[in-house]
């Protein structure tokens, strides 16, 4: 039997920014209610968040804006400060990861930059709460989208200069042009910065395949605004959801992709290096790390370490292997992946969130979230676990 998903293939021809594709998610029906209340749980003071439809070269398309205090001054936020209040947020984990691996890759270009350690970048509270809304934002309304699969067709870059912070840069900025690395591009005859640097970020975090409109059947279109309204060209991010067959046959109710498996055998690297380095792939984004033993060369007993991730995680993921292990080499090859769906709902136990995964054959409690409510409530997890279930049932039965 073949089941149908949905995708959303974006069209950003005439350039990509944060609020762009917060706009266009929500044109495209995500609710600007269910994203300000999964904002809300973050404690981020002095924001709103609100939407509009406007008019760019004759073409409506729904606009985004993050207002605040923009006077005075503000201090800093760093990376590291950011992704700890995300690691924390009570959030379905999908937005979690997704937010975290933003918000990485853009710390990770700007260390690089400027030559500093990833923890040494700071965004200005000004610009940090804009980008945590629009980051934080833009995964939320897919998952509210219930969106399977990203699409993403060539990026338009115009060209020039900018003014930054640090002096004038040109265009694209070197932060945007780090992030579209190995990117599909499309020059634009265009004075003017087209894609912003969160744009460009989450682009890249959020595509699973770059390339032209999926064949299937036409949902919703809509187009997501730009700030300003140049003569020049539509200052609009476009998107359609395209309902398209899941799978090939045979596959069930599976959905297939390409990942990558990073590979190396182990013969002299503790059990405890090993643990923290399968935890900080997974901390970086991996779909998953484990490790397993073998018999290597004379007999020698060995442990291969294994991880599986997408093509863009494969470079840090790679340099985090062998900073850890101190092993000489990695293998990587390509996956065909066969994928149950699953979601997350989240349930409350005396006060504490508890994050369920919900696939075809059941449910099951998030460990760390039962650990957690077990060790502030001291009670058996075993207990929060079968209160955790029964708690979802019960919702699942008010449903029906």
């Known amino acids: 039997m073949t089941s149908e998903r949905r995708v959303v293939w974006l069209d950003p021809s005439f350039g990509a920014s944060g609020d762009m594709l917060l706009g266009v998610l929500i044109g495209l029906g995500a609710r600007l209610s269910a994203v300000v209340d999964g904002l809300k749980p973050l404690g981020i003071d002095g924001w709103s968040l609100s939407a509009s439809t406007v008019s760019r070269c004759s073409l409506n398309a729904t606009s985004v804006e993050v207002t605040g205090d923009r006077s005075g001054e503000h201090p800093h936020r760093s990376w590291s400060s950011i992704d700890r209040l995300l690691a924390s947020a009570p959030l379905p984990e999908p937005v979690i990861q997704g937010a975290r691996s933003t918000f990485r890759v853009l710390a990770e270009v700007e260390a690089s930059i400027h030559q500093v350690d990833a923890d040494a970048v700071h965004f200005h509270e000004v610009g940090a709460v804009d980008a945590i809304v629009d980051i934080v934002g833009v995964w939320l309304a897919l998952g509210d989208l219930g969106v399977d699969r990203v699409v993403c067709g060539p990026i338009g870059l115009g060209h020039g200069t900018v003014d930054a912070a640090h002096g004038r840069l040109p265009l694209p900025a070197p932060a945007t042009a780090e992030l579209l690395r190995g990117l599909p591009l499309r020059g634009l005859d265009v004075a003017g910065e087209t894609v912003t640097p969160t744009g460009a970020a989450l682009l890249a975090t959020i595509t699973d395949d770059f390339g032209p409109l999926p064949t ?115 293998r990587v090859s390509t996956l065909r992946k066969l994928a149950q769906p699953r979601r997350f709902e989240t349930v409350e136990i005396s006060g504490h969130t508890i994050r369920i995964k919900i696939g075809p054959a059941g449910a099951k409690p998030e460990f760390d979230d039962l650990a957690a409510a077990a060790r502030a409530l001291s009670i058996p997890l075993t207990e929060v676990s079968k209160r955790a279930l029964q708690l979802h049932h019960a919702v699942v039965e008010d449903d029906g």
């Open 216 to 330: 299937g059947t036409l949902v919703a279109t809509a187009r997501g605004a730009g700030g300003c309204d140049p003569v020049t060209h539509p200052n609009v991010l476009s998107a359609h959801v395209i309902r398209e067959p899941a799978t090939g046959p045979g596959t069930g109710g599976l959905t297939v992709s390409e990942s990558l498996l990073i590979q190396t055998n182990l013969d002299d690297t503790t059990g405890e290096i090993i643990a923290h380095t399968i935890d900080r792939c997974l901390e970086l984004g991996a779909d998953d790390a484990w490790a397993q033993p073998i018999v290597m060369k004379k007999g020698r007993p060995g442990v291969e370490l294994n991880v599986l991730t997408r093509a863009d995680l494969v470079e840090t993921l790679g340099d985090t292997i062998l900073a850890e292990t101190a092993t000489l080499g990695l």
